[in-house]
């Protein structure tokens, strides 16, 4: 890959929470770089704080318990952190968009999806007035919506999920984005019909040039869309890597133990490897790593520091003790 | 953690002050509305302990004499008041205080009854309805929307009618509004826990219906029971107050704060403790009951606590 | 259905079960004008220390299934056999006794336990509704059950609402283990789980079994959980098993389109994998008015003339391999 | 859609007929009707004379089937206290009510819904805390204290507006005010928890994210789907209304039905009774049956069902 100026690049991202019960750490020193029209994987279990990571990149932490309270997010060089609501506004949509999770209550069910798209579609400068409603039709064709024209009148509740979560993309690439995040998009949709949405936010992508960041809690996912991979536990990123080399050599203890217990498809397996104890609680979050009252590697150093980011291969790291 | 706290409960006393201390801290009771309603309860049972002077005994030689607590300070030379008589008394010299202390009796009684009644029959109603759906759910929710959405004010004419005015008449009005507001809630809660997968557990290892009643699901609406009776009481108790109000209750004379502000009424302008004091009381009164009650939906109901 | 040789050993077996929900209209009267074909016609069988899994997308009609074999839901028509006696037939005790036997663990694990029973009464529930049990018996065998599923002896005297999810899931198991049944109905058992408990779970199902040799109906969505965990899977569109094989012939040999593409949408487990590549077009039709023929037939990529109007039947290929479709 | 408001109809149609059914119930099973017309001194001839001539020696069913005749012609009889039809009382105080409760449902809208949005929106800034602690006041404070509290101070204290019977626009505000105001308290607390609970929900999440001024996630997106829980409300609110609007009407005079069945009850003045409840009884169950027409009409779910 040719040397290239990163779309977005995230760096040291730290996003708080304050409760009665104390200082929640969320996102906890989260850096990385996104290239123009790849896509980057972003693994965690709940609670690891993959979804805030991209409501923070978003602006959108929800108010007033979470705070941003540190980190630059660039994108193309110019800090979000620093943009006023206003500003932010401006950026959302046109910039960088997201599809959130659910289908079922992303669209208001009061409003038509058509009504819903050329609302978006009003907000730039350059498209006002007539043509709105076939703009929108040739969106819904887009994201392969059979007859678009009858559809565009529909209200959210008379088309199925996947159609919906269609919908949705649809909104998300109306504003030719350069960033689109996808929350745990395709989660719940039926198996055969995450296939079809993969597959046309991968066309999508192809024609676009769009650069996606994927959040998920399934390997399978990042395994068929992504180029790159950061991995994420209790709100720390623990590694980061090609998609090639964190399949093939997965370097954190929590890596390699998540890979060794997820069921395989492809082959029989004999006995999964099974990872004891729980994720742990984020407003009592261990000295040390967080990770080693878990892993089976534990050593001294591990309750007493966080590990520091080490070099396994080209731009593969991970934060672990046990690798220097 | 519990087993603790009970040990230590035994075994010193201090401890046991300082945990029931630390423990009613940590509920975050509302101090205020707690005291208000011990204070209702405590004139409501002991009346006859609290005063001496029978709220119905008429005294022409001492009437409208004014609140003393008030005239003391505030009122001018030719103020009438007498230190025997802290908050006045009417015009025909009955004692406002005693007044006041047995007309919690009476709302208190009134809304109790009214309300013990609403409650057990809606829950009844609820639970059947909700457990055994189809049509007997139809039904039961049918009169229930009926008995919620029509106007009080036209059941208690109807009732008056039936039976004259009375206590009765209060008590029968209320239950008919409220036990449709138990059924509805109770009935909603139960088709939730209805669907929810340790019933289906229960019945699966052949539990009984009326065991899955008592055992599964009763135990689960008790809070949503406890959360509607509190926010009832005010409503009921403001209720009461206004049939009462409008002669629709008690008969005039009797010692009840709805009937104590339509007393005042007409003069008012002379007279303005005999109107001002019976409806802040229920002011007072509701307004703690509604406090209160917000704070148990607020500690007792799980889905706000799950959140 | 086949009838032949190990019958003896069959758990259970199901025979041309249907399950068809009316769905009605009217404002005064109500009429029915159709019905939901949730389960039409399904058949299988599940042998001792078995694992059968039915596979299927939203609406197939899995749950369906799991829930009449429970005697959750009255089967609209069909049979359903116990150690080779039809249900229907049953003697008010040894019906008893079938409701003992076959017990459940379902997937949300907050919802299936009560959040105001002790976890000792939840999981002795079963055992006290239908056994006689003294109190030191029953203690006993609480504590046994407990232990079996790698929880603590003393955890029974709390309640629910202080474990977390994974270890929710293993009291519903020792609740479901403590008839000592014949058949477990597992309903996504894991996919409500985080990732790094998820195997917890599978593995100790999987050592239960080896123990005690019960035979689990799996329902899931999730085919690799599905391959781990089964020795036979049934593939499930609209109501009605579309193709049933032994675990590995299914997924080396998957011979229904539907199938096919299911494996081929199921996510890869490495980048470097490469599928035939499926997309199936359109969306999953309503149960309430299932396609003509083939009810598959408008979204196969392999249509034929025929395929729209006459109904395909499940024909064995290969030893215990059978599809219902009329490429074969 | 159709089929919803024809259900919604026939369920009115229902609760206005077990309404008839109470009312003849209680006529015809409390006393004797004809007793209370001749007072007590009457003779026994002239007792069975008035009897047969009302019709009152025939079985109950059919002076059931007479009664239902007489209500769908409206005919309710003559008030023997005030010596006309019924009907033509009704009618000529019927106005009266309509206006103040008209005043004081649009008080409890204009002012509930706009303070309880806002309340959620600019949520515990001193405009939520002052919205929340008006709404609590609101509920518990008794009507028909307050119109008296107020007609001590702004009539007798003051002198500013007039205190009772109809009149001018002056004579409005204060039963309009006091009548609405516990709707309005009840419109500010589902307002504004309605309005937070949309504000939370993943389509504002996502009006946000595609970038839409706040003014639009607000206005557009959240308020329409606020306003349908409120919708539901309202009609409840009109019972409350009813019930409120005797107390107030007694108290400021205003020469309504309110009033008419009161003093219809105390005198024992059946036709008016009879007259009085049905009306009301009518005019409540119209306006909820109009209220969820509305409320269909905004919900699409149920307008496409």
Known sequence: MAKQAPVLEVQDLRTYFYTRTGVVKAVDGVSFSLMPGETLGIVGESGSGKSMTALSIMGLVPKPAGKTVGGKVLLDGEDLLQKSNSEMRQIRGRKICMILQDPMTSLNPVYTVGNQLIETLRMREDARGHGLKERAIDLLSKVKIASPETRIGNYPHQMSGGMRQRVVGAIAISGSPKVLIADEATTSLDATIQYQYLQLLRELQKDTGLSIIFITHDFGIVAKMCDRVAVMYAGKMVEFAPVRDLFNKPSHPYTEALMRSVPNVDEEVDKLYAIEGQPPALDKLPVGCPFAPRCPYVFDRCLHEYPTSVTVGENHHAHCWKLI | MAAVTSVTTTATRPGWLRQMRTKTRRLKLPWIPVAIVSTLVICAIFAEVLTSVDPREINMLEARMSPAVISEFFGGADANYSWSHPLGTDVMGRDMLSRLIYGARTSVLISLVALSFGMVVGTTLGLIAGYRGKWVDALVMRFADAALGFPTILVAMIIVVLLGAGMLNIVLAVMLTVWARFARMIRGDVLAIRELDFVTQAKIAGVSAHMIIARHIFPNIVNTLLVITSLQIGQVILLEASLSFLGLGLPPGEAAWGIMVAEGRTVIVDVWWLSLLPGLAITIVVLAFNFFGDWMRDTMDPKLRRA | ?328 | MQRYILFRGIQALFTLWILSLAIFLSVHLTGDPAQYLLGSEAGRTEYEQLKKNLGLDRPLYIQYIDFMGDVVRADFGKSHILGRSAREVLMERFPATLQLASAAFLIALVVGIPLGIVSAVKRDTPIDMFAKFFAVLGIATPGFWIAIMLILLFGAILGWLPTFGRGGLDHFVLPSFVLGWAAMAGMVRLGRSSMLEVLDSEYVKFARVKGLSERLVIFKHALKNAIIPLLTFSGLTLAGLLNGSVAVEVVFAWPGIGRLMLQGIQTRDFPIVQATVLAAGLFYILTALLVDILYAYVNPKIRYE
Request: aromatic share 6%; hydrophobic share 40%; charged share 20%.
């Open chain 3, 1 to 328: 259905m086949s009838q032949n040789g190990a019958a003896t050993s069959a758990v259970i077996s199901v025979e041309n079960a249907q399950k068809y929900f009316p769905v009605s209209k009217g404002v005064v009267v109500r009429t029915t004008i159709g019905h939901v074909k949730a389960v039409d016609g399904v058949s299988f069988e599940i042998k001792q220390g078995e694992t059968f899994s039915l596979v299927g997308e939203s609406g197939c009609g899995k749950t369906t299934t799991a829930r009449m074999i429970l005697q959750v839901e009255k089967p609209t028509a069909g049979i359903i056999k116990f150690q080779g006696n039809d249900l229907a037939t049953l003697r008010s005790e040894q019906y008893r006794e079938y409701r003992a036997s076959v017990q459940a663990v379902f997937q949300d694990p907050w919802s299936s336990l009560n959040p105001r029973m002790r976890v000792g009464s939840i999981i002795m529930e079963p055992l006290l509704t239908n056994r006689k049990l003294s109190k030191g018996e029953a203690k006993e065998k609480l504590e046994s059950l407990l232990e079996e599923v790698g929880l603590h002896s003393f955890q029974g005297d709390y309640y629910p609402h202080e474990f977390s999810g994974g270890q929710r899931q293993r009291i519903a198991i020792a609740r479901a283990l403590s008839l000592q049944p014949k058949l477990i109905v597992l309903d996504e058992p894991v996919s409500a789980l985080d990732v790094s408990i998820r195997a917890q779970i599978m593995n100790l199902l999987r050592d239960l079994q080896e123990r005690y040799g019960v035979a689990y109906l799996l329902i899931a969505h999730n085919l690799a959980t599905v391959r781990y965990m089964s020795h036979n899977v049934g593939v499930m569109y609209l109501g009605k098993i579309v193709e049933t094989a032994p675990t590995h012939e299914l997924f080396t040999n998957p011979m229904h389109p539907y199938t096919k593409a299911l494996i081929s949408a199921a996510l890869p487990s490495h980048p470097d994998i490469q599928r035939e590549d499926i997309v199936l077009s359109g969306e999953i039709p309503s149960p309430l008015n299932p396609p003509s023929g083939c009810a598959f037939h408008p979204r196969c990529p392999f249509v034929l003339d025929r395929c729209s109007k006459e109904l395909p039947v499940l024909k064995e290929l290969k030893p215990q391999h059978e599809v219902s479709c009329h490429l074969y």
